[in-house]
C-alpha cells in the first residue's frame, strides 16, 4: 500500500471554506453559546500544504474541530466545499467518508480500543473489508516503526496512557491508512523532540507526495516548516484570517512576533 | 402442543421456537400434586420426594423478597412447571429428536462441543436431552451427568450434598427450585484431577409459559480443576416464563472451579437464580456471570470462604436495555482467616434498562487478615437509563482490608465524535465504546463466548441508534 504510485491517477480537487461563523456551545443545556469565528474564508487544493498560524486562543483549533463535527461547536453561517460536496450539513462521520480528517490537539482517550483496532475498523468502513487481516496488521505495524511507535503499542488502547508526542504520531497513522483529501493537522509539532520532528515531517511530505492530499498544518514553530513544502502562510486573529501570504509571512512572524506583524499590516 | 406466534425482535437471535410433541406438560400452577406427579415420573427415590414435599411447605410459608425489583407481575400460577420434551437423555445427536437437534444446531452448540469441550449436557425445558462425557476424563473418574440421572447412580452422592450449601429454605427461589427441580448438572472431578477443557452446559426454554428449574451440585475434589460454562436461550414469546435455578458448589481443599455463565433469556423470562459455592482452604472458586437477557434477573453469585487462604472471584457483566432489569451483584462470605476475594462488576444500560450492582462483604470474627477489593464500573448509555450500586459491608475483624470503587460513566459524546470522526457510523462507535468498556471481561471468556458477546453488543447497539 505504501509508496503504491497513485499519484498520478488523483484528480485535482479543492477544499473551499466560504464565510464561515462558528459558536461554541458553553451550556449544552441552555444552548447557550459563544461566537468564535467570523468569516473565515479559505481554499486550498490537493496536494498544497498550507500553514495555519495564530496567537493562542485566536481560533485555529476551533477551525479544525468545527469542520470536524465536533459536538462543542456549532457552525452558525458560512459554508465548506470538500470537491463539490457541501461539509457543514453532514455528520461527523459522513465528513470523514467525504475525505476530511482532522488530526487533534488533545485527542481523547477511550478505554479498551485498541490502536490496531481502531484503525482496521476505520479503514474497513471506508475501503470494504480487509481480506488478509494478518498482512494488513504487518503494514500498520511497518507504518508506526516509520513514525517511531512501538509496534507493541498496537494493542494498548487509543491515547490511553500515550505521551503527547507519542498521541501526535498515533493520529498520524490513522491518517495514513485513512488516506483523506483534505487534513488539518493541529499542533503535530508540539510536543515532538528533535530528532522526531525531522521524522514527522519527512513521513507528511511523502505522504503529501504520494496521495495528492492537501493539508493545513497548524503550528507556532518554524521547525517543522523548514522541512515541507509550504504553498501558503494563513494568520488567524480573533477569529479571522486577516492575512495570508508565502513562507516570508511565517518568517516575519517568527522574527518580530504576532504584533508587530499585524501593527505593520495596519491590522 | 400448539404452536404460539412469536414476537420477532430485530436484536434477538435467539428466538425461534420449534414445535414438538412433549411427552408431559404440566397443568399451570404448582400444587402438592403436580410435585408428586413429577416425582413419580421420574421414579425417585421416596427421601426425594419428600425433600420436595418439605421444601414446598417451606415455599408457601415465603413471601417475595421485600427489597430488589418489583416482581408483582411474575404470575406463579399461570407457570407449567414441568415440561417434558422426550423420553429419557440421548447420549449422541443422532438420537435426539429432529426439532431438538435443529433448534441447537441453528443455536450453534454442537459445533462448540467438537473440539474444544471436555462434555456437553443440552437441557430443553425440563429435561436433559443429550449428554457426552469424552471417555478420557470418565477413565479418570469425572462424572458429569444430569443431575436426574445423578440422583439414579449415585443417591448417596446426591443425598448427601443437595442442599448443604443452599438449604431449601434459604430463601423463596431456593424452595421453589427444591421442590419442582428438574434436570441440571452434577459434576464430581476426583482428587487431583484436572478438567482441562470446560465443560458445558446449554439451556434452552422451548415451551411457552414453561419453568426451567434446574439443580446443579459441582464436587471438586481436593487438588482437582474444572470450568464449567452454560449458556441459556429462550424463544421470543410475549407471555413470561420463569427460569429458577439452584447451583450449589463444594470446592475442597486446594481444587479451582470456574463457572461461566452467558444468560441471554428472552426479555420475557424472569431469571430468579441462587448461586453459591462452599470453598474450602485454599481453594479457588471464580464466578464469571454475564447476564445479557431476561425481563428480571435477580443473581447474586456467592461464596463462603470457609477454609483458610481461601479466595473467592466474581466477574460480571450486565446489560440492560428496555424494559429490562439486571439485579446482580456478589456475596463474599469471609469465615477463615487469609481469605480474599475480589468482586468486579460493569454494567451497560441503555433506552431505560436499568442495572443495579448488590453485593455483600461479610468479614467473620475468625477471619483475620482477610482481603476484599470491589469495582463496580457503570456505563450509561443514554439519560433514561439508571445504574444503581448497593453495596453492604459487616466487618467483624480489626484488621480486614477492604476498597471499594465505584464508578458510572455517560457514554462520551466526545469519544462518539472522535471515533465518528474517522468515518465510523455513529451505531458502529457505540458499539465499540462498549465493547472497549468490556474488554477487560470479555478477554477472560472462551473464544467462542467473546466472539458470541461482542456480536450481541453490535446487534444491540444497531439496534438502539436512530
Ligand atoms: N468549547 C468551548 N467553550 C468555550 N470557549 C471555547 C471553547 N472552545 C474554544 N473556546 C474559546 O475560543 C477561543 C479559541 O480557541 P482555540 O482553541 O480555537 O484557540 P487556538 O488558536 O487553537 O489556540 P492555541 O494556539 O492555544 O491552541 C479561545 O478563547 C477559547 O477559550
Ligand atoms: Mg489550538
Known sequence: ?267 | MKQLPSIQSPTYTHGFSVPLDYAYISERGLTKKTIETLSSMKAEPEWMKKFRLDAYALYLQKTLPSWGPDLSSLSFDDIRYYVKPTDGEKRTWDDVPDSIKKTFDRLGTPQAEREYLAGIKNQFDSEVVQGQLKPIWEEKGVIFLSMDEALKKHPNLVRKHIGSVIPSGDNVFASLNSAVWSGGSFIYVPKNVEVSLPLQAYFRINAERAGQFERTLIIADEGSKVTYIEGCTSPSFSTSSLHSAVVEIIVEKGAHVEYITIQNWYKHVYNLVTKRALVKEEAVMVWTDCNLGSKITMKYPSYILAGKAAHGETLSLAFAGANQIQDTGSKAIHLAPYTTSSIVSKSISQGGGITSYRGLISIGPNAHHAKNHVSCDALLLDKNSISNTYPTQRVFTGDATITHEATVSKIGERQLFYLMSRGLTASQARAMIVRGFADPLIKKLPMEYAVELNRFIDLEMEGSVG
Open chain 1, 1 to 267: 500500500m505504501r509508496n503504491t504510485n497513485i499519484s498520478k491517477n488523483i484528480t485535482k480537487s479543492e477544499l473551499i471554506i466560504s464565510h464561515l461563523g462558528v459558536s461554541a456551545i458553553i451550556e449544552p443545556q441552555t444552548s447557550q453559546k459563544k461566537g468564535i469565528l467570523k468569516d473565515v474564508s479559505c481554499r486550498m487544493r490537493s496536494g498544497e500544504i498550507h500553514v495555519l498560524m495564530g496567537k493562542n486562543g485566536s481560533g485555529k483549533s476551533t477551525l479544525a474541530m468545527a469542520l470536524s463535527g465536533h459536538p462543542d461547536y456549532v457552525i452558525d453561517s458560512g459554508s465548506c466545499v470538500l470537491e463539490k460536496t457541501e461539509l457543514v450539513t453532514l455528520s461527523a462521520d459522513e465528513r470523514a467518508r467525504a475525505g476530511l480528517f482532522v488530526s487533534f490537539q488533545t485527542p481523547i482517550e477511550i478505554a479498551g480500543v485498541s490502536v490496531f483496532q481502531l484503525i482496521k475498523t476505520a479503514y474497513e468502513q471506508k475501503f470494504g473489508l480487509i481480506e488478509n487481516v494478518l498482512n494488513f496488521y504487518h503494514e500498520v505495524e511497518r507504518e508506526a516503526t516509520l513514525l517511531g511507535i512501538p509496534t507493541a503499542s498496537m494493542h494498548r488502547s487509543i491515547h490511553e496512557g500515550f505521551s503527547g508526542g507519542e498521541k501526535k504520531r498515533l493520529e498520524l497513522l490513522q491518517m495514513k491508512f485513512l488516506k483523506p483529501r483534505f487534513a488539518f493537522i493541529d499542533e503535530i509539532d508540539s510536543g515532538l523532540d528533535v530528532d522526531a520532528i525531522t521524522m514527522v515531517s519527512q513521513y507528511l511530505k511523502e505522504m503529501v507526495a504520494d496521495s495528492q492530499m492537501g493539508c493545513v498544518i497548524i503550528t507556532h514553530y518554524e521547525r517543522l516548516l523548514k522541512y515541507l513544502p509550504i504553498n501558503a502562510v494563513h494568520l488567524m486573529s480573533k477569529g479571522s484570517i486577516v492575512t495570508s501570504g508565502d513562507t516570508s509571512l511565517a518568517d516575519q512572524i517568527m522574527r518580530d512576533g504576532f504584533d508587530s506583524v499585524m501593527k505593520k499590516l495596519e491590522l
